[in-house]
């Protein structure tokens, strides 16, 4: 069900009468993967022109937070493969194109730039990854500030 619909069918109801909604990607994805295919002022015309139809047009409601988590793209490919090995299974055609995912980083960072989006960096700044437990702590100061307005 796209984000209109459940929205409409599924929470808006809920949400509206004040309930608190978490949610995974949403309108956020679109900017990532979709912005990817454009640069420099056209991409920066996609990311206004997607907020302006989602929150304005269609009436879904504006996140009060919204967190990008940052990994650079030489750890996601090798979380990847990782995965692959570890499950007997195969990348699907996004995650084999390294590139594509490359260009999606850099569109995420400009979509989080450009909307205030809370970035948290996932790599402790040397040479690997953050615990998941550090990461989560991150997340939950964040969410924690937004729900005790």
């Not at 949403?26 to 997607?50: D, M, P, R």
């Not at 879904?60 to 299974?89: C, G, H, K």
Request: charged residues 30%; proline residues 2%.
């Amino acid at each position: 069900v796209d984000r209109y619909a459940s929205y409409k069918q599924d929470w808006g109801q809920w949400y509206e009468a004040g309930g608190l909604v978490l949610t995974g990607r949403y309108t956020t994805s679109n900017a990532v993967h979709q912005a990817s295919k454009e640069e420099g002022e056209k991409q920066t015309a996609f990311l206004k022109w997607l907020y302006e139809f989602e929150y304005g047009l269609l009436g879904l409601p504006r996140p009060d937070l919204t967190i990008y988590l940052d990994v650079p793209t030489d750890f996601t490919e090798a979380m990847m493969r990782r995965r692959e090995a570890d499950t007997n299974t195969k990348a699907d055609i996004h995650e084999q194109d390294m590139e594509y995912l490359a260009t999606c980083r850099r569109s995420g960072r400009a979509a989080a730039e450009y909307y205030g989006w809370t970035v948290i960096n996932c790599t402790d700044g040397c040479c690997g990854l953050r615990t998941i437990e550090d990461i989560h702590e991150e997340i939950y100061r964040h969410v924690a500030a937004i729900v005790e307005e």
